[in-house]
């Protein structure tokens, strides 16, 4: 299963847009990307799943570069209850028994 | 959307005893629900992976003798932790996936169950 990387932490200001870039060279074919959101003492909750180019749904953007092997989450106008834990995986495909691998993490601080 | 509901939300109990926690499907089927275990400050730990009607398939390093997984139907999975000891403290989540979505690859995740061993 690929491995990722994402920034342990960042920080931003309510409004400002945040983007989450995550790194996972060695992404296959059947990989989709997939980001969560962790509050503190919570399970992880889904937020955007793509495979190529760009997926826009109501809370966010997943923006996937032509060779895949990186991807950005962006948040428009975060907001002091985004504050939490950023998860990007790849997998989850059936023929590999769906399993999701999480890394690290981005721990993001939203200000006032 | 999916919901997956976990039994106990926490638990607390004496070393040597045997907790059991239970993982639900409540709106969607799931043939594979998947265990994770998660210290603070860390990130989730993929503990195993639960088949319906078959045995589980541990990650390495995962006593599966310790940590017993039935998944007897499909919406129902369950994760008893043996002689528990404090180092067995730790947040357990679940997570499963829901056959009929038209999404291949999304899991939900059940919110938790806090376990503390004294």
């Known amino acids: 299963l690929a491995k990722t990387t994402q920034p342990i932490s960042m920080d931003s200001y309510e409004g400002q847009e945040v983007n989450i870039t995550c790194s996972h060279n060695n992404i296959a074919t059947n990989d989709y990307i997939t980001w969560y959101q962790q509050f503190p003492s919570q399970g992880p909750r889904f937020i955007i799943q793509g495979y190529k180019t760009k997926v826009t749904n109501e809370v966010a953007s997943l923006f996937i570069p032509a060779d895949r092997k990186s991807s950005t989450l962006s948040l428009p106008r975060v907001s002091l209850s985004d504050t939490a834990v950023y998860y990007c995986l790849v997998g989850g495909e059936r023929n590999q028994g769906g399993k999701l691998i999480f890394g690290q993490g981005t721990e993001l601080s939203v200000k006032p | 959307g999916a919901v997956v509901s976990q039994h106990p939300s926490w638990v607390i109990c004496k070393s040597g005893t045997s907790v059991k926690i239970e993982c639900r499907s409540l709106d969607f089927q799931a043939t594979t629900m998947f265990w994770y275990r998660q210290f603070p400050k860390q990130s989730l730990m993929l503990m195993a992976t639960?088949?319906?009607?078959?045995?589980?398939?541990?990650e390495q390093g995962v006593e599966k003798d310790k940590f017993l997984i039935n998944h007897a139907s499909l919406t129902l999975s369950t994760l008893t932790v043996t002689s528990a000891h404090p180092e067995d403290s730790s947040f357990y989540i679940c997570?499963?996936?829901?056959?009929?979505?038209?999404?291949?690859?999304?899991?939900?995740f059940g919110p938790g169950t806090r376990l503390t061993v004294l």
């Open positions: 639960s088949n319906e009607g078959s045995k589980a398939t541990y």
């Open positions: 997570s499963a996936r829901d056959l009929l979505a038209g999404g291949d690859n999304e899991q939900f």
